[in-house]
């Protein structure tokens, strides 16, 4: 089902389109090099590059969280998964709110998860979105914040039907397009994006992998 809960917080961010794509110290395809790295330039590196510095703001994602306890129904002693959580600051920010959870998070980052809070970073572990190392059904929630288009897309098959097996119910956002200004302007902007796909698309793939969980979209207008 379409749920969104990610819109808030990517339109907060100002997006200079063609001042990225016609960069002239950092070509985009230089650009992409060093990002698919997932190190200091993905993360904190220049704002040519990606993020230019991926920085704890508190209480940044406690509108989403709050959103989706209620929506799900989280319980104080629930167990939560973030797929690609980078520095895990929004584990650390619902751990704040839900104190007796238990929260995990993977990320393909070595640098992210170093970099992450003190508090939350012996809940983090590195490894891959296609081999999630959780049992059947162990958690009551698995989300996934813009990251799985990051995935080719016999990759992403396999990440979809692991989120789907690890939890009881499942939240996705990934990046896409509804016309060709946005198509365009997804292009000049992304470095890591590997799957470009209309919502169309991707609620296909979503059946195609037999994944049941909710879904939305971020667009770049």
Known sequence: MYKDFITS????????YLARVNNKKFSKDKAAIMAKKWGYHYWDGSRDINYGGYKYIPGRWNVVIKNLIKFYNLKKNSKILDVGCGKGFFLYDLKKILKESTVCGI????????????????NLVYGKAQRLPW????FDLAVSFNTLHCLKNFELFKALKELQRVSKKKYLCVESYRNETEKMNLLYWQVTCESFYSPQEWVWLFK???YKGDYSFIYFQ
């Not at 917080?9 to 200079?16: A, G, I, M, V």
């Not at 990320?107 to 012996?122: G, R, V």
């Open 9 to 16: 917080l990517h339109s907060k961010t100002k997006r200079n």
């Open 107 to 122: 990320d393909i980052s070595k640098y992210a998860i170093k970099k992450a809070p003190t508090e939350i970073k012996k």
């Open 135 to 138: 049992p059947d059904k162990y």
């Open 208 to 210: 195609k992998a037999k």
